[in-house]
Every structure is written in C-alpha cells, then in structure tokens.
C-alpha cells in the first residue's frame, strides 16, 4: 500500500448532529445525550492465544482481563468489554488505540479491527432509565442482574445495541448503536419516553 | 324491551352514590361506578343485548366474564370504535357508548332472523356445500352477500388515535389469578423474597371471592392479603391486566388495559401497555369457569350461569330474575339458589341428581328455595326472552327426560353442568390435560411442563380452604424452586375456612334429551357461532370423527370466547356419538390468545413510520440539504436522484446517467457491506469462499469475487483488497451483506476453526462514495490529498491508504459505471466531510451528484450483474461468470455446482434486450417468449432489470433467457402480462457500454 505522512485530522462529525447536540430530557429528570467515542478496536485472539492476547490487553492498559461476558473492565482510559469468548471490545477516552495495540499483538497471536466511528454511545441516565429501555430491551435491567460496571449485548426494535450500566452515576446506562441505527434508535427511544409519558400510568411507570 | 330496574340496594361492590350515565343503542341509561357493561344493562332491565352470528336469534347476558358468548357488542364511534367486546369484560365510565352488532334495522327487529327459520339449511357446512360453484371464482360473488347475513361487528379502517406501548418484564414467579389460591401463593412466594409478579385480569383482586356476599370473612381476608402485597418491595400488581399467550422459556404474553375504563379524551392516551414478560416459575391460578348443561332453547335471554347470576347480585347488586329457576348437577349453584332467595326471588332448584347435598339442600331450604332433585330442565321457551321452562324427572342412566314434565313460569334460568379448570396457558405451552371422572372434566396431569405449577380451582380444588392451601404450598414451593424459603421459624400464613357447600360428587350430565332419546331442535353448544348438538352429530355422520376436524368443520371452540363454555361439552358429545369415553376422543389444540387482544397493542409503537429502524449513511444530512429525493432500499434510507426544477424521477436518472459519462459523477455507496478480513490464513479462508483464487493477490490490489453456496447457486459478489500480507477488505452487496457476515462467521466457527482468521463486520465503520466519469482524475487530483491517483501510480484495480483534503482515506480504483472510477472509504465520521470536500473540488469539474437510480441505469448499460440476477437460481455459467471459477483449488459450491441441471445449456443465461422499435419501452419483470408465440407458463425467461439507455437511445433490458447466449442475435418476445404488451426486441450480450473495459483502465 501506498502510505504517506499524516495530516492532523479533524474532529468526526455526530451521527445524531441533525436531531441533538447535547443533553435532552426524555422525562422528569431522565435525560439523553451522546457521549462521544474517542477510540474503539476490536481485539480478537486465536483459539491457542486467548488468554495470552488478554493477558498483553491487561498489561498494555494496566486493566483486569474480563473474567466474563457480562462483567466489563477498566480504567479511567479504557473500558474493555468480553462481547465474545475470544474477543473483546475495547473503548477508549483517547484516540490512537488501535496503533497501541497493533504494536502489542502479533499477527500469530489475533487481530486489531478498527472500529472507532462505527458506534455511537448514548448515556441515558436518571430515574426510569432502566424502565424506559425495557420498553424495548428484552433483558433483565434490574440492578440485581445487571449491577454498575456490567453490561448485556442485546437487541432494542430490531437494532443490536449493547447496554452498559455504569458506575458513575445513580442510574446510568451506556448504549453502544451501530452508527447507522443511530438516528432510528434515538427516534425509537425519544418515541417511547414521549408515548410512556403521556399519561400517568405511563410516568408512574418510568417512576417506579 | 326494558323492565323495571333490578337494581338492589344494601348489596354488592359497586359504588351506589356514584351513578354513571352510558348509552346502549342509542338509550340513555345509568348504571354506578364499578359496573360493568353487562351489570349496568341488566340493571336497567335489558335481557335482549345482540343477535347471534348465524341465526341472528335473540342473545342476553349468559357470562360475567371472558367465558361470555352471546353479549358482543361495539363500543363508542370513528376512530375508537371497538367491535366484538364482550359485554361482561367493560367497565363501565360515564359516557360510555355501546351498540348491538349484526342486526338491521333494529335490535329488537332483526330482518336477517329470518335466516333461524331455514336453520335446518343452514347446518354446519352449508356454505362450503352450496357456495362453491358453477366456477372456480363463484365463492369471490357469493362471500360479499354472506358476510353481509352473518358475522359480527365492522372494525373501523381509521387510525387508531391512540398510544400502546410493549415492555419486557422479569420475574421469579408470576402468579396468574388473584383469586384464594393466587393471592395465597403470591403472598408466600413473596414471604420467601421471590421477586412476584401477580396478574389479575379483574379490577379487583379476589378472584371468585368477589361473588360471594359483600362486607364477610372472605372480604377481609382478602383486604389483607392485598395489604400485605401492595406493602412488599418484591411483589409488583398488574391489575386489568390478561395473561394472553403463553410461549416458550417462561415468557409469556400480558395485556395491561390502562384506560379502557375511563373515557377517551380528545388527546390521544396511552391505552394499553403489552408485556413480555418472562418468569422463572409460574403459578396458575387461574380459576375454574362454570359450564353450563344443553337443551331445546338453552340460548335464550334469560338463561345464564348460576355462577354469574350470583356474581350479579353479590358483585354488582344486581338481581337478574325474579322467577328463577337454577338447573345444576352439582353442589356449587345451591349458593346461587341460596343467595338470590335471600335477596328476594322466587327460586326453584332442579338438580338432576336423585339426592341432594344434604347441608347445602337444608340452608337452601331455609332461605325459600323449592329443591326438585332427580329433575332436569328440559326445554327453555320464550320469544325474545326466556318465560317459561320445562322441567322433568330425569333418567340419569340414559341423559333423557321422562315425558310428560311441568311447565313452570320463569324470567331466569341459572345452569351450572360443573366447572372446568381454567388451564388454557398450560395447555398452549404443550401440556396434556388428564380427564377426571369425578370433576367430569379435565385437569393438569401428574407431571406438567417445567416451570409451572398450577394451584387452586384450576388445579380442581373446589373449595376455598382447599385452594388458599393449595395456593400456599404451590407459592413457597415455587420460590423454593429459585432458591428463596422461609425464614426458619415462620409461622404458617392464615387460611381461608370458608363454608361453600362443596359436599357430594357431580353427576355428569351434558345434555338433556327428549323422552325418546334424541336431541332438541335449538340446542346450542357454542352460543358465539350458532353451532347445535345437530350440527355436531351432521359432522360425525359426514365423517369428521376427530375433535380437530369437528372444531374447524363446525368451527365451535373458534371466535373471541374460544369456545370457553362449549369445548368440553362438545367433546363429550362427540364421543357419545362415536360411542368412546372423553379421554379416547382427545384434546383440541389450545392456541393464543386467551382472550382477545388489540392488534395496536401487539403493535405497540411500531407503527407508520416507525414500523422498523432505518439505516442511514453519514452523508444522509448533505444530500437531503441538497435536494436529493430520498427511496428505501431495503432497510437503507439512500439519496434516489436530485431533481433539477421540474425533472420527475424519469428526467433526472436520464440526464445523471447521460452525463455522468460526459464528466465526472458521485454517488454515496456507504451502504455496501464491509468485512474486515483478518488472520494469516485469511488467503486460505477467502480461496475457500470465493471461486476465484486469492492467495498471489498482491498488497495494495482489489479484486473482484464471486461466492457460491453450497448448492452451487451464486451467493453474492463484490471486490476485496489486500490491505497487508494478512490483511483484508471485502465488499459484498448492500442487501446480501448481514447473510455473508452470518455464513462467514458460521464457517469459522464451525467447519474451518483450525483457520486463524477473523471477520469483523466494518459496513458501519466506513463512509464510502463511488466517483467516476472521465473527468475523474482531474476531480481528484484537485482535492489535496497524498494519494497519486494517475494510472501509472494507481492501476485499475489498484488501492491506496492516504488523506484527502485532511480526512484518512482508502482509495480503490474500481468502477460500477464502467467509467474511470474509483471508491473513496473513509472512517464514517468524517463521511459527510469527504462529501463537502469533493463536492467542493466539484463546481470546477461540472461535478454530478448521482442518486442510485441513475448508479442501478448505468450498471444496465454496463451489464453488471446485481442483485436482481444473483436470486439464488443462479450459476455462475448463468451470469456468464464461468470463467472465473477457479479449478486450481477447492472452494464452497464447487461440487454440487456440477450437477447435471446445473450445467444443462437451456438454463436461463444472463442476456441484453434491447426493443426492435427504439421507442418501446421494455419493462422490468415482463416474461420472454419465443417471436410470435403465445407464452405458455413461465416462459423462455424474465427481464430481471431495465433503464433507458442515453448510449443506445432507447429502454434496454437485462434477461434470463433459456440459452440466452446461444440466443444473442436473435429476437424475442417481451410480454407484460399487466399491461398486456408485447414488445419484439433484439437479444444482445448484456454488455452495451464499453464492453472491453476500456474506459475503466483509461
């Protein structure tokens, strides 16, 4: 291939720039907004190497391996999630991750697949964050299930969407949508808070 | 048709100061808040609510619940109008309307009556005999004048105005029934620290309780389970709210009505919530339904299950009859006879059983009921409502009626034959139901499927005390079952000791014949379609021996009460007929919905609009912003064309496609599918996949590949690129990208998890638009960018990593058109970007904005292959690809491709078509026959695409032709048999521009 020297790049433009560009609340106090990704790889290990591919991951970002497919890992930098038993999917708050790990496995050992704007996270956060996603997510949200720092690959309106509760908030939910979906996902979820909110059987229920 | 008000103070569950004005055909009417449709018309003396499906004879109120028949009716007007509901299951809300369906002009005057009179021709069957002739098409004119006589109401064709939404739920034990046994195992389950579910289809937890006098031990009892529910973190309440299908894994289909009553306002409401929700043990608790016994007039107003009518007076203090008769075989309708004696009727009970219960007899004698025991009811008479009834000593060994029996005066008859367990959400999910001689019915077997349990009534506990326990130990073994108990040293929770005179055994009685032994004339069986003991035994002589058969013959058991008061009945008479016991005749399939729910609710959201996601390209926001007509591609929103003012589509993909050939043209083509090919084995892995070979593709080449299935048949097509030694970058088709992804993957896993290779899906990761046209190069060349994109520098076929105008990108040089072209990818963010750039660049270069209309046109005058021809019947031979098939390795498809039928030569072979007259216009679909023949079946073939040609000048087509290539230079006929034309035209190879590529390698 013909590779020449880089120019800065500029900033990646939203998915979602022609519906928000910033926080929206969807209900009383349960709010949306996009959280944009800096970087995001996936990490895939050979049937012989998973555990020595994981093992470089841990060391390279100084995190715990995922132990499971459930329970993410990370640090402030990085978020590592186990979305298959020989790979992970790696999101970071800086860019150049995928050189960083290109540099630390070896062809033999898996594969680096760059996918840094092929997601768009959304953090929905607030009370009823977890009912209004069960309007569509057929998965057990419920803190005892699904705790902060754990996550479920799942399918919201017929859109694969990955759900990540996080630690930093109360009740607080990453989702990762393929960029593609973005619009129809934000569309499908701005439709249900609206639709759940319009009578008070429907808040009680956002509420609960 | 109205009588005095029989509304009784001092009595029931309603709200006697709240009145709530309705209206019933127009009359105005009040009825309290906590009625029912059904309470409240009875309460204002209505006993004729609607007309039958069939016969279009009188019907009353038979039911208090799901299990009603006859009392259909439509609720309110235009958009809200609500067909088909069952008068027993609306609560009533001030300004309520409710009209009779199935009847004209009038209710009370219903000219299709008429249709009873030829009753004896109108048997089961009888359209299916007499409808279906003297053509094949003659059924089409007869349906239009019989749906018009029979039926039921009209469903509105506006939009629903209103909301529904769909929710997951989760649970560790739903409970299914708030009556005794529910409530009882719901507060045990609870105890244990199950998180419950409890659902309850009423508005009131209580179950059968709530038919019981008012302000007793049975009231309080419950007040304190529900205090005790309503006070639990663990436990949630879903009230108005049905169990409806029961599916696989624990999951379960619920309907919650959160404003069915109360009335609509102008603005649109969130109306009704469906639930998924999914338990881990479930607890039915569903209740047992009373069925009723048949006879000659068993369908007249005023005949009704004695377990309703207690319901009326007790529930909703409504005294249905004054004269009552209660026809029973068993212990339960004695409370009945009981209850309304005590609130003022006259009742006589007919028990066909030669003794009586002794204790229930005596308290029943008590309150001024007159006992017949050894009788039965043998003919119900009246005209629009029941009056009298025929009652006679009643021979237990033969079901007959010994003549000559006693006319008595009545304006009631309450008809308890037993009860049946409630168990349809088992019996759904596969259960097999065990028939119980004693119960007369069926019950759950000894073993039930995994995850249930079934408690209560519906278990055949009859008695209250015996469905709390039942509840009790059903509910902490279920929580036990997901790992919760009791905290050691819990006392037991307090029972319910009712006495509710369950002492002696049921005698099995279905029908009650005449003195000769057969059937009475107007003896139904399942009220809702009109089906009668006559048309059962007309469907057993004409053969349908199988309950399935008799179900779907006569199609009793079908419509919106699913046959809830009729199945057993009918399977008991059908194996008197066959002369087996019920057991040997078996079981219709049970099937959702338990009752009826509203499609909108299935629906949820999901309509219009946001029936299904949309995917959209980065670039989705420029092109709108610059005039591009936007078309749906499958699940792809993509830029169609960009009319200048006053084009139509016709004129704007002509000019695009003319002179993208002149100048240099864009079009967004993010939406191909992209796979990222990874692993040292990836050659091996795409050698494998593809005909072609891969493994001397140099780093920094494309090249384009053909995958088969297994069968032989092509797959999909699209280029790769080598990125790096082990590095790869497939394109495959936008429609056929999420199978190749999926079988891909499947091989890895599967057949070939010796190869080190990774697929990752990249189609969202990169924005990509295809540039071409001769000027082309100098576009590029204008835009600041690293990549040298002179031939010598980058080939056909050639590929590229670099910047433009900032942005990374990859370019490869490969061309739809058939122009000087290459792809531009860059990460998706920067998409629009890239677009702005070169649309910039553009203005100097007469830059073209190209929508895929023009794009699918030029790929018709280039004679690529597309989607249109890879239909799965297709070779590689057939899409004139032989070449490309390499024989040096083994790849998918290769073996099975050899099959005899798939190299015959008169297979469909990919052609051109081109019109003979340049002004006929060739249209897509339109079959190929031979000149000046007639097609006959399918034909010699199809036009799989078409377009008008600015390189030809006229429409051209590409075709499957029946040795289509030995055919080129010939002509054929193009027949559309729509538009019923039929078009010579000139068969050419599907190639019509540039057919040695010499424009792509400029």
């Known amino acids: 291939m013909t590779r020449r020297e880089k120019k800065p790049v500029p900033d990646p433009r939203s998915a979602l720039a022609s519906v928000t560009t910033g926080a929206i609340e969807l209900a009383a106090g349960l709010t949306c907004k996009e959280s944009p990704i800096a970087d995001l790889v996936m990490v895939s290990a050979w049937r012989d190497a998973a555990a020595k591919v994981f093992d470089l991951v841990g060391k390279t970002f100084n995190i715990d391996v995922p132990e499971d497919c459930k329970a993410e890992s990370g640090s402030d930098q990085v978020t590592a999630f186990r979305v298959a038993p020989r790979r992970l999917m790696i999101v970071s708050g800086t860019p150049e991750l995928l050189s960083t790990l290109r540099g630390a496995i070896a062809e033999e050992e898996g594969a680096v697949s760059q996918q840094g704007r092929s997601r768009v996270r959304l953090r929905l956060s607030g009370p009823g964050a977890a009912a209004l996603l069960s309007r569509g997510a057929p998965v057990d949200l419920d803190e005892s299930v699904l705790p902060a720092g754990s996550f479920a690959q799942t399918c919201i309106h017929h859109m694969g969407v990955l759900i990540h509760r996080v630690a930093a908030e109360k009740e607080a939910f990453d989702i990762y949508v393929l960029r593609s979906f973005a619009l129809s996902f934000w569309q499908w979820l701005s439709e249900s808070a609206h639709i759940a909110t319009q009578t008070p059987q429907g808040a009680a229920a956002l509420a609960e | ?1002």
């Open chain 2, 1 to 1002: 048709m109205a009588d005095a008000s029989t509304r009784l103070g001092g009595y029931g569950r309603i709200d006697h100061g709240k009145p709530v004005s309705f209206t019933f055909n127009g009359r105005k009417m009040t009825g309290r808040a906590g009625d029912t449709l059904a309470s409240a018309l009875l309460a204002n003396g209505i006993r004729l609510v609607a007309r039958s499906f069939k016969y279009h004879r009188p019907r009353g109120i038979y039911a208090m619940g799901v299990d009603e028949p006859n009392a259909l009716v439509t609720l309110n007007t235009g958009a809200r109008t609500e067909p088909n509901t069952q008068a027993t299951t609306v609560y009533l809300y001030e300004g309520l309307s409710a009209r009779s369906q199935n009847c004209w002009p009038s209710l009370g005057f219903d000219a299709m009556s008429i249709n009873d009179k030829f009753s004896r021709f109108l048997a089961a069957g009888f359209y299916y005999k007499t409808f279906m002739g003297p053509t094949r098409k003659s059924w089409m004119f007869y349906e239009h004048f019989i749906r018009k006589a029979a039926g039921m109401g009209e469903a509105t064709t506006l939009d629903d105005p209103d909301f529904y939404e769909k929710v997951h739920g989760f649970c560790d034990v739903m409970v299914v029934g708030g009556g005794p046994a529910g409530l009882s195992a719901a507060v045990n389950a609870a105890r244990a620290g199950a998180c419950v579910v409890l659902v309850e289809q009423s508005p009131d937890l209580g179950g059968g309780l709530l038919n019981m006098p008012a302000g007793g031990k049975a009231d309080r009892w419950i007040a304190k389970q529900v205090a005790f529910l309503r006070e639990a973190q663990n436990v949630r309440i879903l009230n108005r709210c049905s169990v409806f299908g029961s599916y696989d894994h624990g999951s379960f289909g619920l309907v919650e009505r959160l404003q069915d009553h109360v009335f609509p306002p102008q603005k649109a409401v969130l109306r009704q919530r469906m639930w998924t929700m999914r338990a881990r043990r479930t607890i039915l608790a569903t209740g047992a339904l009373e069925r009723p016994i048949v006879f000659g007039g068993n369908d007249l107003p005023g005949v009704m299950l004695a377990s309703a009518a207690r319901g009326y007076l007790n529930h909703f203090s409504v005294l249905a009859g004054r004269k009552v008769v209660v026809f029973t075989n068993n212990d339960s309708a004695y409370l009945t006879a009981s209850d309304m004696a005590q609130a003022g009727a006259a009742v006589t009970l007919v028990d066909a059983r030669p003794i009586s219960p002794s204790v229930a007899c005596a308290r029943a004698e008590k309150s001024g009921v007159t006992v017949r025991s050894g009788h039965a009811v043998a003919q119900a008479s009246g005209r629009k409502r029941i009056t009298s009834v025929k009652i006679a000593q009643f021979d237990c060994e033969n079901g007959t009626a010994r003549d000559p029996g006693k006319v008595m005066q009545c304006d009631l008859l309450c008809l308890s034959g037993g009860w049946n367990p409630t168990l349809h959400l088992l019996w759904q999910h596969g259960g097999k139901p065990v028939f119980d001689d004693a119960l007369a019915t069926f019950v759950p077997g000894a073993t039930i499927e995994d995850g249930f349990s079934v408690a209560g009534s519906a278990n055949g506990r009859y008695s209250t005390l015996d469905c709390v326990l039942d509840g009790q130990a059903k509910g902490l073994e279920a929580a036990q079952a997901c790992g919760f108990d009791l905290p050691d040293g819990s006392d037991d929770y307090p029972a319910l000791d009712l006495t509710d005179g369950w002492e002696t055994q049921l005698l099995p009685v279905w029908e009650v014949c005449d003195s000769a032994g057969k059937s009475q004339k107007k003896a139904f069986v399942d009220l809702q379609h009109d089906v009668s003991v006559s048309d059962l035994a007309l469907a057993h002589r004409e053969g349908y021996v199988s309950a399935e058969h008799l179900k779907r013959y006569t199609t009793l058991g079908m419509a919106s009460d699913q046959g809830k008061t009729a199945n057993v009945i009918a399977l008991a008479l059908l194996a008197k007929h066959r002369g087996q016991t019920i057991p040997e005749v078996g079981f219709t399939t049970f099937r959702p919905p338990f009752t009826p729910v509203a499609v909108g609710a299935l629906a949820g959201h999901e309509t219009g609009p946001n029936i299904e996601p949309r995917r959209h390209t980065p670039m989705r926001q420029w092109h709108l912003d610059n005039g591009a007509k936007f078309i749906e591609t499958g699940i792809w929103d993509r830029a169609w064309y960009y009319p200048k003012p006053g084009e139509d589509i016709e004129a704007a993909y002509i000019r695009e496609a003319r002179e993208l050939r002149k100048s240099v043209g864009v079009v967004d083509v993010s939406t191909l599918g992209k796979i990222d090919v990874q692993g040292p084995d990836a050659a091996e892995f795409l050698n494998r996949v593809y005909v072609n070979g891969w493994s001397k593709l140099p780093v920094g080449k494309a090249r384009y590949g053909v995958m088969l299935r297994e069968d032989g048949m092509v797959f999909d097509d699209g280029t790769t690129t080598r990125l790096s030694e082990h590095h790869y970058f497939m394109t495959v088709t936008t429609a056929g990208a999420g199978a190749v992804m999926s079988y891909l993957e499947f091989l890895l896993q599967t057949c070939w998890s010796d190869l080190k290779v990774e697929v990752t899906s990249a189609t969202d990761q990169w924005a990509a638009v295809a540039v071409s046209g001769p000027k082309t190069r100098d576009l590029l060349s204008s835009i600041d960018s690293d990549i040298d994109f002179s031939n010598e520098a980058l080939p056909f076929m050639g590929a590229a990593e670099g910047t433009m105008a900032g942005l990374p990108v990859r370019a490869i040089r490969i061309t739809f058109t058939g122009e000087l072209g290459y792809e531009i990818y860059t990460p998706a963010g920067f998409g629009e970007a890239l677009q702005e750039a070169i649309a910039a660049a553009g203005s100097a270069h007469d830059l073209l904005m190209l929508g895929i209309e023009a794009f699918g046109a030029l790929r018709v005058e280039k004679g690529h292959v597309a989607g249109s021809e890879i239909t799965g019947r297709t070779t590689l031979d057939d899409l004139g690809l032989a070449r490309m098939g390499s024989t040096n390795k083994h790849h998918i498809g290769q073996v099975l491709a050899r099959r005899e039928a798939l190299t015959s030569s008169d297979r469909q072979q990919f052609v051109g078509l081109r019109p003979v007259d340049p002004k006929a216009v060739i249209k897509g679909g339109s079959i190929l026959s031979e000149p000046d023949e007639t097609p006959k079946g399918h034909g010699l073939g199809y036009v799989t695409a078409m377009a008008f040609s600015p390189v030809v000048g006229s429409t051209i087509g590409l075709g499957l032709l029946s040795g289509g290539r030995a055919r080129i230079g010939s002509t054929v006929n193009v027949v559309d048999t729509v538009d019923d034309t039929i078009i010579p035209a000139h068969v050419t190879t599907p190639h019509f521009y540039d057919p040695e590529g010499e424009k792509a390698r400029a």
